[in-house]
């Protein structure tokens, strides 16, 4: 008899914890909130790297127009340059060369920008290397020579970056009244930039073959 008191205490102990359910509902917010919050934490870091993958894209797109710029021959009328190299072969200007050198630059000044990891590369995945050891060299970052190779695959690869220089409407215009002692060059580049495994999806532009969602950057300057 002494021990009915301490076994109905205990039994309304028991019944009152199943009774209470403050704790379950709060960590059932917990568990339907987080991967919401989560979620949405991806999509901001997904924004914030877009916004800078589509600067390093016009600054790209600004790099090829100055470098077709330097090789481009003006139109009309016939410039000292064009004379030289036609009469004697003496190579002041190269339409020849301006796109060549207009797709290296634009890839160059990407690298920053792509992925550090190890991704097949389909074609023209040959980076100048003799370029790429003057980053590490300049920057410091000698320990990170491994990592520039890895970005500037990505960035060579050809499917990844198309790059197309040609003279602005107005280049015959600023030859014949002489505006300007400089070709106006039009540069356009377009950029697949990958996206995050677990957000990326939702603001994606295709799908690789390896699985992996990708957004397309676009950028057109005019140098004139």
């Not at 050809?158 to 009244?177: D, G, K, L, W």
Request: net charge positive; proline share 4%; charged share 20%.
């Amino acid at each position: 008899m002494l021990f009915l008191p301490r076994l109905f205490g205990r039994h309304r102990q028991i019944a009152d914890l199943l009774r209470d359910t403050g704790g379950s509902t709060t960590m059932l917010d917990f568990v339907l909130v987080t991967p919401l919050f989560v979620f949405f934490m991806f999509v901001v870091f997904q924004f914030a790297i877009l916004a800078k993958n589509h600067l390093f894209t016009h600054y790209a797109a600004y790099m090829a127009a100055r470098s077709a710029r330097v090789y481009l021959c003006p139109q009309f009328p016939i410039s000292a340059g064009a004379f030289l190299d036609a009469q004697f072969g003496v190579k002041v200007c190269d339409d020849g060369a301006a796109a060549a050198k207009a797709d290296a630059a634009a890839r160059l000044a990407l690298i920053p920008a792509a992925p550090y990891k190890a991704l097949r590369c389909n074609s023209g995945c040959q980076a100048p290397e003799a370029v790429l050891k003057n980053i590490p060299e300049a920057s410091g970052g000698s320990k990170r020579w491994g990592a520039i190779r890895r970005q500037a695959r990505y960035m060579f690869d050809r499917q990844n970056v198309m790059v197309s220089v040609e003279r602005a409407q107005m280049a015959t215009y600023a030859a014949i009244a002489k505006r300007s002692p400089h070709v106006p060059v039009k540069a356009s580049v377009e950029v697949r930039f990958l996206l995050l495994d677990y957000a990326g999806w939702v603001m994606a532009d295709g799908k690789r073959k390896d699985g992996r969602y990708y957004t397309i950057s676009r950028a057109e300057v005019t140098l004139l």
